[in-house]
C-alpha cells in the first residue's frame, strides 16, 4: 500500500483515539472538582488536566489562569489548539477523506458522521449538562469508530498499521496520566498525598475507564501502588503500557510477516514489550517512577519514529 | 427562442412512449411522499460525502450538488444513435491528435488553420512526433450532448482533458435503486454499474509494451483540496487501484514508481486528473507542487502511460470546436451522426459582425472558459452586461465564438411547486482503449433548477439526475 495511505490511517486512528482520551480526561477533571475540597485537596485540577493532556506550554501561552472556562474550551473545542477534541476530529476527518479507499463504509460513516454532528455542538457548551453530553458523545463517536474498523477491516496492513496507531497514541496517554500523577502511586511510606488521595486514584482509573477492572482484579480497595500495576504491567488492562506492547508486537509481526521482512520498528517494540514482561513493580519503585514513565514515554515515541521511518516516510 | 421541446410530453403536449410508464407513476404518487424521498436521497448524499468544492466560496468547501428524483429518460432507439455518434466523434478526436502531432495532413489540406493549433496555449509542443502507446491520446472523454427536439442531438462540447462527472452517474443510480425499487420494476433500465470494470479494461489496454502482464494502474489527484476529489477517490475505489498524489511518484532512470509501505512499486498506467500544466515541473509549471517531476521523460521514453494523453486540450478547445464536422469527414469520410451546433467565429470578421449585431439573441462563450463561466447568454442579459461583452469582443475577438440559443429539451422536475419541467444536457462518458470503445448506456444528466435557466453547471446551480436508457 501506499505509504501516504499508511501514513494517514495510522494518525487518524491516533487522533480518533486521543479525543476520547481528552473527552475522559475532562470528565474526570469535571468529577474531581465537584467534590468538596475536603476530599481532594487544594491542587488545581484544571490545570492538572492541561498537564495530563500534555499541552501546557500552548495553553498557558493563550491563557493566564486554568479554570474550568478555559481548559474545557481548550481542550475541548479550541480551533487554535491542534490537539483540541475538536481538531482531533477534523484532522481525523481530513485524513479520512485521503484515505476514503483504505477504509470501510462503516468506517468512513463513522468519522463523517462524527464531523458533521460536530458542527451542532457550539463553540461553548450553554450548561455542564451540555458539556457532559458533548464529552459522552465523543467517547461514543470514538467507540463507534474502532468499533468499525474492528469489525469490517480486512486483516491486512491497512488494519495494522491502523492498530499501530491507536497503540502508540493509547500508550502514551496511559503513561502521561502516569507522569502527571506519579507522586499519587508511590508506596504508602512515601505518601504525600495521605487519604484525600482515594479520589485521586479512582479519577487516574476512570480516566482510563479502568475503575470497575480495578476491582475484578484485585478484589480489594484502591491502592496507588496496584493501581500503577494495573496500569503498567497488567497485561489483561487493555490500556496498560504492556497490554499496548503486546499488540504493537503482534501488528507489528504481522506486517513484519506479510512483507517478508522485520526491522527497527519491529526490534524496538519487543525490546519494549520484554522490559515490561520482566519488570516487578517493587523494582520499578525502587529505580524511581518518575524515571521509568519518564524513558517510556521517550521509548513509545522512538517506536512511533521507527515506523514513521520504516513504513509511513 | 422557441419553445422547448420537453422529452415527456414533446412539443405537443402528446405524451412519449418512453415516459408512459413514469407519467403514470408521477400521476399516482403523492407529493409528500416525492418530497420525503427527495430529503431522504439528500440525506444519503451527505452521509456518504459525496460533495464538490467550489472555487471562490470561502465557507462552503464542502456543498451537494442538488440531486433530481425524477430520472431523465432515453429510449433504445435514442440511445442507439447516440451512442454511433459518440463512437465516430471520438475515433475522430484520436485520429486528429495523431495528426497533429504527427504528420499533420489536416493543416495541410487546410481544414483547420494553423494559428490556431499552434498559437494555441493548450498546444504541447513537447508531444510533436512522439509517439504514445497505441496511438490513443483521448482514453476518457465526456461529450455534452444537447437536444433540441425529437430527432436533433447536438454535440455542446467535447471534454478530452480530464472530464468529471461519471461518479454522479453512478452514485445517482445507486440512490435511485435504494429509493425507488417499485419504479425500476415498471421499467427496464440498462445498467451503468459495470462502468469501472470498462475502465479498468481500458487502462489495461493501453499500457505500455513494455510493461507486464498485469500492468499496474494508478489514479494521479491533485488532492483532497480539489473539487472534483470525491469522484477520484470513488474511482480509485471501484476500479481497485492506488489513488496516488503527486508526492507519492517519483521517477527513476526514465521509470515511474509509487512509494509503498514495501518499498517502491513501479507504475505502468497512469489515469490523472490532473491538467498538462501541472505534471511534471521539469516540463512544464516549475511551480507546480502537485506534479510528479521527470513524469514527462518517463512518458517519452514510452516507459508509462497517461490517460488521457499530453496535449489532447487541443481537440477540445471551444476555437476547434466549429471545425469538428469537417475535421470528423477529413479522417473518416463520414457525415457527422451527431451534428455541431451551428457557430460563429468571432475571429472571422464577417462573423463578428453578425455576432455584435445580435448579442442579445446569442450565447457568447470564452474559447478557453469552462464551467459554465465568462459566457454571455443574450437573451437573459441585461444592457450592461452586452455592451460589456461588445468591447471585451472588439478588444479580443479571437478570443470568443457565439452560438445560437438553443432551446434545450426539458425534462419533469421537482421544484418547489411541485413537478415542472426544466432544462437539461445529458455528458456519457466514452472509453478508447486498444481493442475497443466502450460506452455503457446513459451519461450524467444536469438539470437547470431555476426556471427558465439554460445553465446546467453544478458550480452555478445546477443538479443532476439519474439517466436511464430503456433496453427495449
Known sequence: ?313 | MRVAFDEMNGADGQLRPAYAALSAWLREVPPDVLDHRRREAELLFRRIGITFAVYGEADATERLIPFDVIPRILAASEWDLLRRGLEQRVKALNLYLRDIYGRREVLRAGVVPEDLVFQNPVFRPEMNGQKVPHDIYVHISGIDIVRVDTDTFYVLEDNARTPSGVSYMLENREIMLRLFPELFSRHRVAPVENYPDELLATLKSVAPDVASGDPTVVLLTPGVYNSAYYEHSFLADKLGVELVEGRDLFVKSGIVYMRTTQGPRRVDVIYRRIDDDFLDPLAFRPDSALGVAGLMSAYQAGNVTLANAVGTGIVDDKAIYSYMPAILKFYLGEEPILKNVPTWRCRESEHLAYVLDHLDELVVKEVHGSGGYGMLIGPMADKTQIASFRTKLKLNPRGFIAQPTLALSTCPTCVEAGVAPRHVDLRPFVLTGRDRIRIVPGGLTRVALKAGSLVVNSSQGGGTKDTWVLDH
Open chain 1, 1 to 313: 500500500m501506499l505509504s501516504r495511505t499508511a501514513d494517514n490511517l495510522y494518525w487518524l486512528s491516533r487522533y480518533v483515539e486521543r479525543a476520547e482520551y481528552l473527552a475522559r480526561i475532562l470528565e474526570t477533571t469535571q468529577r474531581l472538582t465537584a467534590l468538596p475540597l475536603a476530599y481532594v485537596g487544594e491542587s488545581n485540577e484544571w490545570s492538572t488536566a492541561v498537564s495530563t493532556a500534555g499541552c501546557s506550554a500552548a495553553f498557558f501561552a493563550a491563557h493566564e489562569e486554568a479554570n474550568e472556562d478555559t481548559v474545557c474550551d481548550f481542550l475541548a473545542f479550541s480551533t487554535e489548539n491542534p490537539s483540541s477534541i475538536r481538531s482531533c476530529f477534523e484532522v481525523a476527518r481530513h485524513n479520512a477523506r485521503a484515505v476514503r479507499t483504505a477504509l470501510t463504509m462503516e468506517m468512513w460513516d463513522a468519522i463523517n458522521s462524527t464531523w458533521l454532528e460536530l458542527k451542532r455542538f457550539g463553540n461553548k457548551p450553554s450548561s455542564r449538562e451540555e458539556l457532559a453530553r458533548f464529552l459522552q458523545w465523543v467517547q461514543g463517536s470514538s467507540l463507534r469508530f474502532d468499533g468499525s474498523a474492528y469489525r469490517t477491516m480486512l486483516r491486512n496492513d491497512a488494519y495494522w498499521f491502523s492498530r499501530l496507531g491507536v497503540f502508540i497514541e493509547r500508550a502514551d496517554n496511559t503513561a502521561r496520566i502516569l507522569d502527571v500523577k506519579y507522586h499519587l502511586l508511590l508506596p504508602e511510606h512515601e505518601q504525600v498525598g495521605g487519604p484525600l488521595d482515594y479520589f485521586q486514584w479512582s479519577s487516574i482509573l476512570r480516566s482510563v475507564s479502568a475503575l470497575t477492572a480495578y476491582h475484578w482484579v484485585y478484589r480489594e480497595s484502591v491502592k496507588p501502588w496496584l493501581v500503577a500495576d494495573l496500569l503498567i504491567l497488567n497485561d489483561q488492562m487493555p490500556r496498560s503500557l504492556a497490554a499496548c506492547y503486546t499488540n504493537l508486537v503482534e501488528h507489528l509481526d504481522n506486517i513484519g510477516r506479510v512483507y517478508g521482512r522485520q526491522g527497527p520498528a519491529q526490534r524496538q517494540a519487543r525490546a519494549i514489550k520484554t522490559r515490561l514482561q520482566n519488570s516487578r513493580m517493587e523494582e520499578i519503585f525502587h529505580t524511581g517512577l518518575h524515571e521509568f514513565i519518564g524513558s517510556f514515554i521517550t521509548d513509545n515515541n522512538q517506536l512511533g519514529a521507527a515506523i514513521n521511518q520504516q513504513y509511513l516516510a
